[in-house]
């Protein structure tokens, strides 16, 4: 059983008893898999079509926690039910648990049965669908980096999360003899993740003691996002089986190199890369500069969405391979926009603001709002700049600060038009109800700092 099943495969299956068990899920605000396991027998038989949620589920934070000053939800709402509409082209299996197979869910309004505007998936689809309408596909792919810890989730937590300790001991880029020493980890990841249907191309050593990076091939946009929340799902629960904890913080530590999570793109039409201009300046097409010009101009806007927590920013930093400036150049890491294949049919961008805590469905969402203002609005991209970008005065600056991005978040005209108030509206609430979470605990930095000296 490898790559996606159909639903009569599944009931052959369940029938056989090769599968006992469905994981239906749902991609929350933080872009995890929130869900039930249902007994495949009951699955097949009737829950196929629909089961229901608390909504809650979407507006929540990372500990789970239920912030007021949401309009969707509430305490004086009751926080009722949405429904969960298994997409049924999402089956696959799950060869890293016994007897087990995914479904990923749309959310649906319990009352009127239309998608929840301000879901993840549900965003993605919209500007997909005004590409598309554009007789365009938008073809993407993201690049997962991630640290591997010698301890466990379990042992690292009981531990107050002092005294990490990386599986490696010294940076491991490109390097083949470290890596070797992780396979019981990565060997499995990369095997279980195509056998489930997620066209892994390799993954690597990152520039860190104890960082990976895998790299899954470019796919229409919507699936690229599935690959991704399903690889990185899978990538914390078989680093546990192993006795290992993975972690997507973008930066644990000041002294070691943060984790990304770089987003490729292009648009494509008639099966050919609409970007690729083989008769101007790089390969780039008018289209492809507009689309780049409307990324650059907009970036600050949808910073939140890329880099949606406290920790996020603690990332762009100077000689990092972080990008601190909103400008774009010709195959070089210091830009926050790198353009890759230069002069051929591969020809895309590459946005590196993303930090490895994004969701990757808000954050392609609003990629593809920014580089759709780009076309319409006819905007000019500015010449590339060159040389070390940290050391740059020109071009804009990424918001320094989750502070800094939530307001420019705030005020988008470009995303409000493209997202509608209520989405804008509800994730400039889980941002701000971050902030004043962070602003309310004392943290080791300051009491080590101030606690015989002030």
């Known amino acids: 059983m490898a790559g996606l099943m159909t639903f009569e495969a599944l009931t052959s299956a369940v029938a056989a008893g090769t599968v006992d068990t469905v994981l239906v899920c749902i991609v929350d605000m933080q872009g995890r898999l929130q869900g039930k396991r249902f007994l495949a027998q009951h699955f097949v038989d009737s829950a196929w079509r629909e089961t229901h949620c608390c909504n809650y589920l979407l507006a929540t934070d990372l500990a789970m926690a239920t912030p007021d000053g949401y309009a969707s939800t509430s305490w004086q709402a009751g926080y009722g039910d949405y429904t969960m509409k298994p997409d049924l082209g999402t089956i696959r299996p799950v060869p890293w648990l016994e007897g087990t197979v995914m479904v990923l869910c749309d959310i649906m309004d319990h009352h009127g049965h239309h998608e929840i505007a301000h879901s993840p998936r549900a965003m993605l689809k919209r500007q997909i669908a005004r590409v598309e309408a554009m007789g365009l596909t938008p073809i993407m792919a993201t690049e997962l980096e991630f640290f591997l810890f010698a301890r466990s989730f379990k042992q690292i937590a009981a531990s107050g999360f002092r005294d990490l300790e990386p599986i490696s001991d010294y940076n491991e880029d490109y390097s083949i003899l470290q890596?070797?020493?992780?396979?019981?980890?990565?060997?499995?990841?990369?095997n279980h993740l195509?056998?489930?249907?997620?066209?892994?191309e390799n993954s690597k050593g990152e520039a860190?003691?104890?960082?990976?990076?895998?790299?899954?091939r470019y796919a229409p946009a919507l699936d690229t996002a599935d690959h991704h929340t399903i690889a990185k799902h899978a990538t914390k629960e078989i680093a546990d089986q192993q006795g290992h904890a993975a972690s997507f913080l973008p930066k644990w530590h000041q002294d070691r190199v943060g984790s990304s999570s770089h987003v490729h793109q292009s648009l494509w039409k008639d099966g050919q890369n609409a970007f690729f201009d083989p008769d101007v300046e790089f390969g780039m097409s008018d289209m492809m500069r507009k689309y780049m010009a409307g990324l650059i101009r907009y970036a600050p806007d949808m910073t939140v969405f890329m880099a949606p927590y406290i920790n996020s920013y603690k990332r762009f930093s100077k000689a990092s391979f972080a990008p601190t400036r909103t400008v774009w150049s010709v195959d070089n890491r210091t830009a926050g926009f790198r353009l890759c294949g230069e002069g051929s049919k591969a020809i895309r961008v590459e946005c590196r603001i993303p930090g490895s805590d994004m969701n990757p469905y808000v954050a392609m969402a609003a990629m593809l709002a920014a580089g759709l203002a780009g076309i319409e609005e006819g905007l000019e991209l500015q010449r590339p700049t060159t040389g070390d970008i940290y050391q740059a005065t020109q071009g804009g600056e990424i918001p320094r600060t989750l502070r800094d991005a939530v307001e420019t978040l705030r005020h988008s005209r470009m995303l409000r038009a493209a997202m509608g108030d209520d989405v804008i509206d509800h994730y400039t609430r889980a941002a701000l109800w971050e902030i004043e979470e962070f602003d309310r605990v004392v943290t080791d930095y300051e009491i080590a700092r101030g606690f015989e000296r002030a």
Do not use: C, D, F, K
Request: no cysteine.
């Open 179 to 190: 890596t070797s020493r992780e396979e019981h980890v990565m060997r499995p990841l990369r």
């Open 194 to 200: 195509y056998a489930a249907g997620i066209p892994v």
């Open 208 to 216: 860190e003691a104890g960082q990976e990076e895998l790299n899954i």
